[in-house]
């Protein structure tokens, strides 16, 4: 039997970063994703405009939208300021799992909670959930077919506010062709394209930042 991408992942960070320190656990993940297997994170490049906009938000209440095996969330985490909550969501259980120890290997297991399964099914039920009036931040990097339906049922639900922020992954490779064509276009969103590249590649990529106006 052969081992998953995402077990190979955790392998490595258990092998090579320090516990407890989230830099090396973000760095240890994009050395092997560059030098020795591709992986779908976000990557060091685009990580580093979605440090600058978590930085600039210093959001209270974060939502992410597509775990996978938890290096944005480690990444996020370790910018939050104290009593801020970062819930990440993740749909597929093996990813899920994975993720929830490269979390704890980081060290921020205390700002993160990983809930699992179908983002159509949650979105309703969070503001029960977790005491939530509305999400400051929220980071769209699931299923790119996913972005704008769970856009509009993010609004439907009362999770947005005015001045609420969307940040999203992949809008041009893989692409989110109706979820950019939504925000650009809406009266109700102020969106700006922040150019690079797909992660650990040359392709070109970016991310959308979008602010609800209400
Ligand atoms: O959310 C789920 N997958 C990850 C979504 N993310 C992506 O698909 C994704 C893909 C790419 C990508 C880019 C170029 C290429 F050639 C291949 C893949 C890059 C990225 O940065 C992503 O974020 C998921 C999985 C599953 O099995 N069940 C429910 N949900
Ligand atoms: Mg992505």
Known sequence: YGSTRPERILAEVKRKA????????????????????????VGDEKGTILDSIVCEVKPRAMLELGTYCGYSAVRIASLLPPNSRLITMEFNPVFA???????????VEDKVVLIEGPSG???PKMKK?????????????HWKD??????KLMEECGLLRT??????DNVICPGAPDYLEYVRGSPRYESKYFR???????????????????
């Open 163 to 168: 001045g609420s922020i969307l940040v999203a």
């Open 196 to 214: 690079s590249h797909l992660e650990y590649t040359t392709v070109e990529d970016g991310i959308e930042k979008s602010v609800f106006l209400g």
């Open 146 to 151: 996913c972005y704008l339906p769970d856009t």
């Open 97 to 107: 799992a994975i993720a929830r120890q490269v979390i704890a290997w980081a060290g």
């Open 18 to 41: 320090t516990r407890g320190d989230a830099r090396s656990v973000v760095d240890t993940i994009d050395q092997y994703c560059r030098h020795q297997e591709w992986a779908m994170n």
């Open 129 to 141: 959930e977790f005491g939530l009036t509305s999400f400051d931040l929220v980071f769209l990097d």
């Open 121 to 123: 099914d949650w979105i």
